[in-house]
């Protein structure tokens, strides 16, 4: 509870906020923005700010998973917006290669929200990479917001999970730990057993060959903080160190996350996607994954593995770049997450 006094403060802060947002909620344009920039002060988010992160994620009902937070800040840019010292709203961008960037966590606490705050901080973003092409998942309520701003929904993003117990709610109950992992990641003994291998600095070059070969991206920065982690694992298939497909694992909220995955084709995805099912079954482990819509052979083989769709979810994109479409990519890390 508030120190007595403080929270007469408070609510007077409240009230005066309450009015500036009404009067800007009326606005359009240039002024809105002038205003909004008044309100809210705009900035990079460091670590020191990981809790009010969380805070704000747990606001909108999303779990959260403290590991990405630090993840995003680490390989491309964390933009918070904030009234006085509370955070009221977050978006994240990071690069997927040289002409494409991943947005996602684009939150805005519910008591500020439809006054362009979301906006603001996406076109902060835009204005930021102005030559990409932006990617990202979209949620419902996100859906409205980005199509203003010229994304166009180029597919559909099914969010599968094989072994999830929804009745314990295994995912719910410790939004704010990792998730436990049975040994020392990164040490001694890989938590995943094969054909997982934990990911090491001396596979990142060939994961980054896959990514480039078959999605066009370029993920390097992204493997190396996995490495860094400690906690990330690759399986593939090819000869010795000649891979022709690998994907990455990695442990959150009590199952395993499957993605991206790089294959030259649908069949050779399916093969792996076996490959790391069969391997989380004997673990008693559950998986999940992101298939797109298309790829039809995949939820096939999905769906035969025990996997259900939990959610489908637009993939858009803003196109103003040369290059590329993520269409080769056969489990997307995460963009939006994320
Ligand atoms: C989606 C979200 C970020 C939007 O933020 P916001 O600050 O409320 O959005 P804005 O006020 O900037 O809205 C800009 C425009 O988007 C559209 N829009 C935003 N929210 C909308 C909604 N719920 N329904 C319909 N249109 C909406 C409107 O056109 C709006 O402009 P207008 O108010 O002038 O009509 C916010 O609702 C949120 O945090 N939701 C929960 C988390 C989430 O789903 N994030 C999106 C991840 S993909």
């Not at 966590?105 to 500020?112: A, E, G």
């Not at 069949?267 to 992101?290: F, H, N, S, Y």
Request: with cysteine; charged share 20%; hydrophobic share 40%.
């Amino acid at each position: 509870m508030a120190p007595r006094g403080q929270g007469d403060r408070l609510r007077k802060q409240d009230h005066r906020f309450c009015i500036s947002a009404l009067q800007i909620k009326g606005r359009k344009g240039p002024r809105r923005m002038r205003e909004l920039d008044e309100l809210y002060h705009i900035r990079a988010l460091a670590s020191s700010d990981l809790s009010d992160m969380r805070e704000l994620t747990q606001a909108v009902g999303w779990a959260v998973v403290p590991w990405r937070l630090k993840l995003y800040q680490n390989i491309g840019h964390t933009l918070g917006a904030l009234r006085g010292d509370k955070l009221v709203a977050t978006i994240v961008a990071f690069r997927l290669g040289p002409t494409d960037v991943a947005v996602g966590q684009l939150i805005v606490h519910p008591s500020v929200q439809r006054q362009g705050l979301g906006r603001r901080l996406l076109q902060t973003v835009l204005d930021h990479y102005p030559d990409d092409n932006l990617h990202l998942i979209a949620t419902q309520q996100g859906f409205p917001l980005y199509s203003h701003m010229g994304f166009i929904s180029i597919g559909e993003v099914w969010r599968m999970e094989q072994g999830v117990d929804a009745e314990s709610g295994r995912e719910s109950t410790k939004p704010f730990e990792d998730a436990p992992t049975t040994s020392t990641c990164g040490g001694m003994e890989p938590a995943l057993p094969q054909p997982f291998q934990v990911l090491r600095q001396e596979l990142v070059p060939r994961l980054s060959d896959l990514d480039r070969n078959y999605t066009g991206f370029c993920r390097t920065a992204l493997f190396e903080c996995l490495v860094e982690r400690g906690k990330a694992y690759v399986i593939s298939r090819g000869k010795g160190p000649n891979w022709h497909s690998a994907a990455l694992a990695v442990m959150e909220r009590g199952a395993i996350r499957l993605g991206p995955l790089f294959a030259p084709a649908q069949e050779d995805a399916a093969t792996l996607l076996q490959d790391a099912v069969e391997c989380a079954k004997r673990e008693g482990l559950p998986m999940r994954l992101d298939v797109y819509a298309q790829h039809d052979l995949l939820h096939k083989t999905a769906y035969q593995l025990g996997f259900q769709v939990k959610m489908q979810s637009p993939l858009m994109t803003l196109r103003r770049g040369s290059h590329s479409s993520p269409c080769n990519m056969f489990f997307c890390f995460d963009p939006a997450t994320t």
